[in-house]
C-alpha cells in the first residue's frame, strides 16, 4: 500500500482461453477494485485506502450476523421464520428488546436456576404465540455470540419427506436449489445441487410454468433484499462499511417456500456474502433453466458490470472535461446528471448564454455570446483556449453534447492535443450530404462494402436530383424523396415530397421562415439554411447509440422508432430493446460502427440513424454526439450504462469497458410516445399537465422526459416534442405499451385519428 492507493507487485492473472501466469509489475500496477475472496474474514486491507471494494470484514461480519439480518427485513416487510432471539449478558448485541414481525428479541439476567426457566417459559409462550406448541420443530440454528441463543421455526410443507431451499446470487441472479433430508438443517455444504424445474417435479409438481413462477417470485424477493441491504449501508458510516470504498456488491440470499393453502410464500432463511460467487458458477443445468428467457438472459453478462463501473469511476476521480455547449432544455438531464459527478470529475463549461441555468452546476464557466456563429469557430477555438491557459485550467478531455458545437469542439481538442475525432471526421459527420457522398467514395475506392449507401439499382442514395427529361418523361412526377435542412436537428424542415414542384415550394417555404438562428435556436441555422433533397427509403427506423475507444466497439444500444408523421418527419414513438431478431439487430449496429469508423469517428460516443429495409440496413444520419431525447435515460435504466460518462471517460483517455460489447441483457422493457403541442396543447393544460407528469414520474407510474420548457405551449408549424411519456416493464414489451396506451388515454394524449398512439406503438408488434 502506497499512502492511500493499494499497488499490486505480483499476481496470477488469467488470459480469456483460461492460461494463468504469474505476472510481476514493475512499477507496480494500481489496484481500481478489490473483491476479496472471503468477506467473512478480519481482514482490514482495504480500510485506509481509496480504492473501490466489494464487500469488507467488517461487512461480512455485519450480514453474517442472522438476527440482525431478520431484524432488518422484518422492518421492510419482507418474511423471515419466526425467530426468537435470547440475548444474555455480557453481550455485545445492541438489538432493541421487543418484537419486529416474527422476530422477537429478548434480554435475559444473568443466574443459574432462575436463566433457565426464564428461557423455558419464553420459548413456550413463544411457540404460543406462533400456534405451533407441541407438533413442529423448534431448532437451535446458531450461537450469535457467547451465551446468545437464536431459536427459529420451520413452517415447512409437512408432507414432505425431502425440502428443499433455493440460492440466489445478485447482481447476477443465478439460482440453485439445495435439495436436503428434512430432519437434519439445511446448508450449502451439506446439501445437493440441482435445478428447480428438477426438484419441483421431484416434489410432484408438473406444471411447467410453475418453475418460471416461482423463478419470478423468488428474484423479486432477492432483489428486495438487495435494497435493504443497499439502503441499510447508505446510513453506514465509513468506519462502519470497512473502509470509505467499502459496499456490498455482490450477495447471496437463502429461502424457502412455505405453502399456507393454496399459497406459496418466500421466506427469507439469511444473506451471505461468501457464497455467491461460488453459487454463480454452477454446472449447467443447474442454475436458470427452469426460469423464463428474460432471466435467464439477464444472467448472463451482468456479474461484472458493478465492478467495472466502480473501477472506471474511480480512475475518473479528479479528471477535469471541458464541455462545449450547455444545450436547450433538452440536454437538462445532462446536467442533472453530471452534478451527481462534482466530487469526482471536474466540470468546464463554455456557453453562449451567461445566465444558463448550467453555469451554476459546473465548477468554471466561460460565456461566448457569439458562439452561435460557427462562421467564427476558429476564433472561438482561440478564445477557449486563452481562457485556459490564463485561468491556469488544464482539461483531461473535451466533449460536446450539443449538435451546433460538435465542429468547435474538435477544433479544441485538436489544439490541445486531447482525444477525439479530427475536425475533417466531425465535419464529414455534420453535413448530411458529404456523409453520404464520402462512403459513397469509399465504397467505390475501395470496394468495402461499410453500410448500404446505394439503391438496389445503382443510383447514389446521397443526393436525389430531378433531371428535366426525367421530370417531362413521368409528367412532372418523381420521387417520392425527402428534403431536410444540412445541418438541420430535431427533424425541424424535414418533408416527404412527391414531385419537383412539391420540393420547390417547401424550399421556399424554409427558405423564407428559417433563415438564421434566431428563427429558431438549436436546429442548426448557425451553419446556414441549405437544404439537401434525398431517396425516402422504406423499412423501419431504428437508433444505435454506439461507444467507440480507438475504433473499438464498446457498447451498442439499438431502440425502435415508430412512424413518422407524415409529411412530416417528427417522432410519434420508441421501444427498448429492439424487437427485431438478433441478427438483424447485429446488422444495425454492425452497419453503425461501420459508417462511423468510415467517417474517421474512432473515440466517442455516437447516435447513428438507420432504416432496416428489406436488402438491409441502410444510413439516414449519424450524430457526433451523444444520443438525445429519452436514450440516454432508458439505457442507463436497463442497462446500468450511463453513456454520459462513457463519454466523459473516451475523452479522457479511459476506456469504457462493459462486459459484453453488443450482448448485455436488458433489465426490462421501455415503451415511449412522444408529446406534441400541435395534438396535445389540451391536455397539457388539463389531464396531463407538467405538473402532474412530474408528480406521475415521482410516483413511478410513468417515465418523464422534458424536452422543452412550460413556456414553450406555443403550437408552431415547425415543431419539436415537448416531452416523451414512458413506461417500463418487467417482463415484456408487449406489457411495456399496453400499459402506455391505457395510461395515454387517461391522460387525454390518445387522441385518434389526428394522433392515433394505438396506431404508433402497434408497428412494434
Known sequence: RSSSSLLVHKAVTFDLGGRTFLSNFNPPRRVTYFLSSDPWAKEEMTRETDCPSGGSGALGQFWG?????????????????????????????????????????????????????????????????????????????????????????????PNFSSIFFLSLSLPLPQLVCRVGVSDDPLSHSHSLSQSLETTLLECGFTDPTMAKSLCRLALDTALSCLCVVMETESSMSAEQRGGAGAQTDMIGVD?????????????????????????????????????????????????????????????MQGKTVLVVGAGGHSKKFIWKTAKQYKLKVNILLVDSDPAHFASQLVDHFLPLPDLPDHRRDDQHCSRICDWLLSSSLHPDGCVCFWDECVVL???????????????????????????????????????????????????????VEFREDERRASGGEGGPAVMKLEYGAGAVGVRKVGSLEESLAHFERISGDLREETDYPGIGLGWGNAMILMEYVGGTEHDVDVVLFEGRLEGAFVSDNGPTRTPAFTETAAQMPSGLAPDKRAQLIRAAHHACLGCGLRDGVFNVELKMTEVGPRLIEINARMGGFYLCDWIRQLYGVDLLMAAFMVSCGVRPCLPSATALPARGHFAGVMVVVSRHLQALRTTASPERLRGLHQEGALWLNELAEEDELISGEYEEPFCNVGVRDAHNATNARQRLLALCQGLGLHCPPRYDLGYFLSHFN
Open 65 to 157: 450476523n442472522v438476527l440482525t439480518t431478520r431484524v432488518l427485513l422484518q422492518k421492510a416487510k419482507i418474511h423471515c421464520p419466526p425467530t426468537l432471539a435470547l440475548l444474555l449478558p455480557p453481550g455485545q448485541m445492541r438489538l432493541e428488546e421487543g418484537r419486529t414481525g416474527g422476530v422477537e428479541v429478548v434480554h435475559l439476567e444473568m443466574g443459574a436456576e432462575e436463566g433457565m426457566n426464564s428461557v423455558r417459559n419464553k420459548v413456550d409462550t413463544f411457540l404460543e404465540s406462533e400456534n405451533m406448541r407441541g407438533s413442529e420443530r423448534v431448532c437451535p440454528v446458531c450461537q450469535i455470540l457467547e451465551l446468545n441463543c437464536l431459536f427459529e421455526i420451520n413452517d415447512l410443507i
Open 255 to 315: 429461502l424457502l417456500f412455505t405453502m399456507d393453502g393454496s399459497i406459496i410464500r418466500p421466506v427469507i432463511l439469511g444473506l451471505h456474502p461468501s457464497l455467491c460467487l461460488h453459487s454463480s458458477f454452477q454446472e449447467r443445468g443447474m442454475g436458470m433453466e427452469g426460469c423464463d428467457s428474460g432471466i435467464e438472459e439477464w444472467s448472463r453478462g451482468t456479474l461484472l458490470l458493478t465492478p467495472l463501473t466502480r473501477s472506471q469511476y474511480h480512475l
Open 409 to 463: 469542439t474538435s477544433l479544441v481538442c485538436d489544439r490541445l492535443g486531447l482525444r477525439g475525432p479530427p475536425p475533417e471526421a466531425i465535419r464529414i459527420a455534420k453535413e448530411k450530404s458529404r456523409t453520404h457522398r464520402h462512403l459513397l467514395g469509399l465504397l467505390k475506392s475501395t470496394g468495402t462494402n461499410l453500410i448500404s449507401v446505394e439503391q438496389p439499382s445503382g443510383q447514389p442514395d446521397s443526393l
